[in-house]
Nanobody
Framework: VQLQASGGGLVQAGGSLRLSCAAS????????MGWFRQSPGKEREFVTT????????YYTDSVKGRFTISRDNAKNTVYLQMNSLKPEDTAVYYC????????????????WGQGTLVTVSS
């Protein structure tokens, strides 16, 4: 499975950005897809994921109510709409796909996309 991420950039606090992640290859092996992020000096952390089959979404507490993940099965693409962005959301965001396991732990990620930088200025 290959993951191609796009989106990201620089935005002021309170603004919005949208990330996309297109999957190709052995899509049938994917159980869920989502995003992790990593700030300088910090460990990579779970942000959100969506069940590829039934669309159930999961979020880390800090982004609930602000971020929305969605999927388009026909396009094998996952989207992350980020609203009300805060400076603490600044990080490199990584698209991730899993075949199972604990979806909040990056150790269980089977496939990674390239990172895309999101910078939120205050």
């Amino acid at each position: 499975v290959q993951l191609q991420a796009s989106g990201g950039g620089l935005v002021q606090a309170g603004g919005s950005l949208r990330l996309s992640c297109a999957a190709s290859g052995r899509i049938f092996s994917i159980y869920n897809m989502g995003w992790f992020r990593q700030s300088p000096g910090k460990e990579r952390e779970f942000v959100t994921t969506v069940d590829w089959n039934d669309g159930t979404a999961y979020y880390t507490d800090s982004v609930k109510g602000r971020f929305t993940i969605s999927r388009d099965n026909a396009k094998n693409t996952v989207y992350l709409q980020m609203n009300s962005l805060k400076p603490e959301d600044t990080a490199v965001y990584y698209c991730a796909a899993q075949r199972g396991g604990n979806y909040t732990n990056y150790v269980y990620v089977n496939y990674w996309g390239q990172g895309t930088l999101v910078t939120v200025s205050s």
